[in-house]
């Protein structure tokens, strides 16, 4: 028999209690880039999730792209995350750190904001990304970043190993590399922000090295079992272009399934024909974010992917800020709360953690 969406799953050293993964998602409740009481709150509330990612942490200063994210580079960030390990684990939970370095989608102004100075944003190329981006003084356009050399290069890998190497310290069960979405790990494998005559340019061989390494120093640093990757293939958020996206990203997978990762964590927005292709390649545990309208009840179909085969597990992001006890309801068959998007960013607990479970409102099952 077929597993179902609400079954354990085991993907590397991680042991999931059901298959519905809660995406990792930007929430900027982070003012000092120290995680908050808030924040461990929040993540505790969600734990009945068979895996939690968390939001995306910058493994360096420079790696900050927008304001109020959380870093994981320094021993006060480490400490104020052990919190909310803690407090998840203690739900039952399981959670993993995505580290992500935003590249060339960030601003001085956000990193100065916070005590770090003005620090240039960094990129493979020095070609800034298209239209405006949020930042701590408001809209501003994005800024040409530094191309980085060769010694930095490296230098940006070991900064994702020792953050990961921080992850475990501060009580995470792993890791999930973003690469994905425009940021930085996606920049490199872009045709547009990758303009480099390098080993890191040019060829599909070359664009794809910096995700392999950054791959390889993470998991030396704290296994394989205990790393996953996020994947968006064509999707086009953050100015990138894929001319080759249809060669690449199999090249890519099979690469990177010599590492013997965890999970593979893909969004299909960019082309879903690709997905069943990148299936067949992928050999360990794929996590799935399908295409999907906004139609709540439309959101809940994708269950079926693991039933299907197409998917061991499947994520939802928007879903989990307004239901807190997303896999309580879904196993119910009850209704689902819609999330109020102007307080999805920034704020204090209204919006964030004030979302009411089933059993708070004494709902057993939907009318």
Known sequence: ?????????????????NRIVMAPMTRSRAGDTRATPDMATYYAQRAGAGLIVTEGIQPSAVGQGYPATPGLHTAEQVASWRRVTDAVHDGGGQIVAQLMHTGRIGHPSNTEAVGHGALTPVGPSAVAAAGPLFTAAGLQEHVVPEELTAAQVAGTIEDFAAAARNAVEAGFD???IHGANGYLVHQFLSTNANRRTDEWGGSVENRIRFALQVTRAVTEAIGPERTGIRLSPNNGLGDTVEDDYAELYPELVRRL???????????????????????????????????????????????DLVASGAADAVSFARLFIANPD?????????DLAAPDLSKAYGGDRTGYTDYPTLDEQGVATAS
């Open 257 to 303: 399934g010599g590492f013997g990762l965890a999970y593979l964590h893909l969004i299909e927005a960019g082309d879903p024909a690709l997905t069943p292709q990148l299936r067949r390649i992928w050999p360990g545990a794929l996590v799935l974010n399908p295409v999907s309208g906004p139609d709540l009840a439309t959101q809940t179909s994708r269950l």
């Open 326 to 334: 997303l896999v309580t309801r879904l196993a119910r068959g009850a």
């Open 1 to 17: 028999m077929s597993p179902t969406a609400f079954d354990p799953l085991t993907a590397g050293a991680l042991a999931l209690r």
């Open 174 to 176: 792993g890791v999930e």
